[in-house]
């Protein structure tokens, strides 16, 4: 296709018209948002609903495909609305104006995480009800504000509430990540993170002594320790081709504090961590571990934790989850090369998860360079529309599952 044939492509013109609709953080307003979706459901004749999980700033848009037996557990397609923000300054192209170049890239922060997905999975339903198609399970489209923040006003919160529980959802589809290559990620697990802050007192005094138990050297002590673990996990990922980021537990320092003067041995220091827990790791044991490291280092240090997610159970890649299995075997006869993987940062799908529903993370990119929170974030309208066929097969074969 040319230039031309892609711009005049309704689908495309919808994908750009939703690029241009600046949801980005901070303090976003999503009014032209919702309206926006509102008529893509009335365009595509669906029931649409608008809810509020924590208040008035944070809409859901939730629109809903009656399956032919609705009494079986439903499929959720989600999406998330808003967008991380933007250094204009170092974009080629405005940041919110979906601009396409002459080889069909269109340039927008979005265009890769996720509004693509978001008007993918519109642009399937609205190809499929048009066809006369009807899924066997009820389909929702979930539209969610709040995910590049935390999802704390946003999913994480509707999962808990009534409404979300009378949606009766069996499974969730979600984002993944671009690929640079040919295959595809489909994302069954995400890791689990922690804020970590070592609140390390000491013996303080004059910097001229040598006293005991000073705060120093307990800090040293302890990041030593996990700085030899951080080591050990480094190398298993340089020498096993076989693993990425995903599978391994990342541990850094992100932050440093304390000390008043230069001179003055200090009464306090703190040392935090961010840390990311690979899931075959037993993570009791490995907070034993660390409260134990800083009992070695001479007690007195105070762990506090800025957030500490639980663990949440991978969704099954097995026989014994239906809806994988149709996942899976539709790729496969789509000739689409496919990796399991656990995705390395977290997403909507870790409250899906927690709360027993299976999901699985995947965005139909490949052969992209990876720009998903860069400057000159762009997606190419091929791939735009070849993932529109795919999900136009997907989808039928989970809601049929
Ligand atoms: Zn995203």
């Known amino acids: 296709m040319s230039k031309a044939e892609w711009e005049n492509n309704e689908e495309i013109k919808i994908f750009r018209e939703y690029l241009r609709i600046p949801t980005v953080h901070p303090s976003i307003d999503y009014t032209a948002c919702v309206d926006f979706l509102k008529r893509q459901a009335a365009s595509i004749g669906l029931p649409v609903e608008v809810v509020y999980p924590v208040n008035e700033a944070n809409p859901v848009v939730v629109m809903k495909w009656l399956g032919k037996q609705p009494e079986l557990p439903s499929i959720i397609l989600n ?49 499929l009800k048009a066809s006369g198609y009807q899924p066997k399970r009820t389909v929702y489209l979930s539209f969610v504000p709040d995910e590049e923040v935390g999802g704390v006003l946003g999913m994480r919160e509707m999962v808990r509430q009534d409404y979300f529980k009378s949606l009766h959802v069996g499974f969730s589809f979600d984002e993944g990540i671009t690929s640079a290559d040919e295959s595809y990620s489909i994302y069954y697990a995400e890791r689990t993170l922690w804020h970590l802050h070592f609140k390390i007192s000491g013996t303080a005094g004059h910097g001229s002594l040598l006293l005991p138990n000073t705060a120093g050297e307990k800090l040293h ?20 081709s076989s693993i990425d980021i995903g599978d391994v537990t990342t541990v850094n320092l992100t932050q440093l504090r304390g000390g008043v003067q230069s001179n003055v041995v200090p009464p306090l220091l703190e040392v935090v961590f961010d840390i990311r827990f690979a899931v075959t790791v037993d993570i009791p044991a490995f907070e034993k571990q660390i409260r134990d490291w800083c009992e070695e280092a001479g007690g007195g240090i ?25 996942f899976k075997k539709t790729l496969d006869e789509l000739g689409l090369k496919t990796r399991a993987r656990v995705f390395p940062g977290a997403t909507d799908s870790r409250f899906i998860r927690h709360i027993g529903i299976p999901a699985l993370g995947f965005s139909p990119i490949n052969n992209t360079p990876i720009l998903l929170h860069d400057h000159d974030e762009f997606l190419r309208a091929d791939t735009y529309l070849h993932g529109i066929e795919v999900y136009k097969k997907l989808i039928p074969a989970v809601a049929n599952a």
């Not at 250094?87 to 269109?106: C, L, N, Q, V, Y």
């Not at 265009?111 to 609205?126: E, F, H, I």
């Open 302 to 326: 105070e762990l506090y934790f800025e957030m500490k997610n639980p663990f949440v159970e991978p969704t099954k890649i097995d026989d014994s989850n239906p809806f994988w299995v149709a």
């Open 79 to 127: 999406s998330h609305t808003d967008v991380v923000p933007v250094f204009a300054d170092k974009w080629t192209h405005k940041p919110f104006s979906a601009d396409m170049d002459d080889e069909g890239r269109i340039y927008a922060r979005g265009s890769q995480d996720m509004k693509c997905v978001g008007t993918q999975y519109l642009a399937a339903v609205r190809a």
């Open 221 to 240: 002590y302890v990041v030593n320790k996990m700085m030899e673990f951080r080591a050990t996990q480094l190398k298993r990922l340089n020498e096993d």
